[in-house]
Nanobody, 121 residues
Framework: QVQLVESGGGSVQAGGSLRLSCAAS????????MGWFRQPPGKDREFVAA????????LYDDSVKGRFTISRDNYKDTVALQMNSLSPEDTAAYFC??????????????WGQGTQVTVSS
């Protein structure tokens, strides 16, 4: 059974930083591209960042480029999202997701339960 468990969410003031982590189990981690998505209050879920199986390709939404960094550890089966220069517009529930094969912004098969990030002005 595939499980993705996020951690690291919380509340922070604008300009601050948070680091999200996602621990994966029940899958061959190196066969999956990993992504982060978020769902702001009252809005649809949106793509944030994704990383290919061997770190050789990374995708970011334009809204987070230069502020967020996605990384993965294929020995620990984890993926992280370092978020810097946070703004209130980044307030959302953040979800970790896994996709078989090459990295894309769509087509994710497995999802975590989400972790809340709240940025105050």
């Amino acid at each position: 059974q595939v499980q993705l468990v996020e951690s690291g969410g919380g509340s922070v003031q604008a300009g601050g930083s948070l680091r999200l982590s996602c621990a994966a189990s029940g899958l061959t981690f190196t066969s999956f591209s990993m992504g982060w998505f978020r769902q702001p209050p009252g809005k649809d879920r949106e793509f944030v960042a994704a990383i290919d199986r061997s770190d050789d390709k990374i995708l970011y939404d334009d809204s987070v480029k230069g502020r967020f960094t996605i990384s993965r550890d294929n020995y620990k089966d984890t993926v992280a999202l370092q978020m810097n220069s946070l703004s209130p517009e980044d307030t959302a529930a953040y979800f970790c997701a896994a996709r078989v094969g090459k990295v894309e912004i769509f087509g994710y098969n497995y999802w975590g339960q989400g972790t809340q990030v709240t940025v105050s002005s």
